[in-house]
Structures are given as C-alpha cells and as structure tokens.
Nanobody, 123 residues
Framework: QVQLVESGGGLVQAGGSLRLSCAASGRTFSGYGMGWFRQAPGKEREFVGACTWSVGIIYYADSVKGRFAISRDNAKNTVFLRMNSLKPEDTAVYYC????????????????WGQGTQVTVSS
C-alpha cells in the first residue's frame, strides 16, 4: 500500500508560480509511475503530467507544456510540480497519483491517490 500527501497549493496572482509536492509513504518500487491530475468545478479530472522513477521519463498535457515542470527526489519519495506563468484557467484541485506498472495519462489506470490540494489563480 502507498499513501500520497499533496501540499503547496494556495492562492496566487495570474502570472505567478507555485510548487506542489507529493510525498509518498509505504513500500514503492522502481517501476512506479507518478502522475499529476487536476479537477475544476464542473469539469472532468484532467491529466497534467507524469514521470517514472526508474528512467526519469516525463511527459505533459499540451495545456501545461512549457509552463509546468515535474521533478523528483527519489531518496525522499517525493515528486514536485513546479507551475509557472499560472493562468486563472489553472484553478483546480490538484491530485497526485501512483501507478504500479509505470506512467499513464489515464486516471483509471492509477492505483493510489492523494487527497488533493487547492490551487486558485486570481486574475
């Protein structure tokens, strides 16, 4: 079993930056994938980006490519989502998720989820 805890959300002005953290506890494996998703009110949960621990492969949704960046601290079992040039459209609850067999852009393929952290971008 894996437990995930997100942190770092908050209120920021448009054009500003935030860094989200996802701390994982419990036994993990090198093949795990870590994903970031977000969900705004009235909208479906949306893929943001994902990485894999073993080889460092990272990919992003087109909507955030060039603005968001995923990094990781393997020793601390923590992944980060640095968000730059934030827009009001980025306002959502952001979730991290873990997948036992690698990364995916599909939420239903992930095995473990955090509780989410609110990001609000004001205009």
């Amino acid at each position: 079993q894996v437990q995930l805890v997100e942190s770092g959300g908050g209120l920021v002005q448009a054009g500003g930056s935030l860094r989200l953290s996802c701390a994982a506890s419990g036994r993990t494996f090198s093949g795990y994938g870590m994903g970031w998703f977000r969900q705004a009110p009235g909208k479906e949960r949306e893929f943001v980006g994902a990485c894999t621990w073993s080889v460092g492969i990272i990919y992003y949704a087109d909507s955030v490519k060039g603005r968001f960046a995923i990094s990781r601290d393997n020793a601390k079992n923590t992944v980060f989502l640095r968000m730059n040039s934030l827009k009001p459209e980025d306002t959502a609850v952001y979730y991290c998720a873990a997948r036992r067999s690698g990364l995916s852009r599909f939420d239903y393929e992930y095995d473990y989820w955090g509780q989410g952290t609110q990001v609000t971008v004001s205009s």
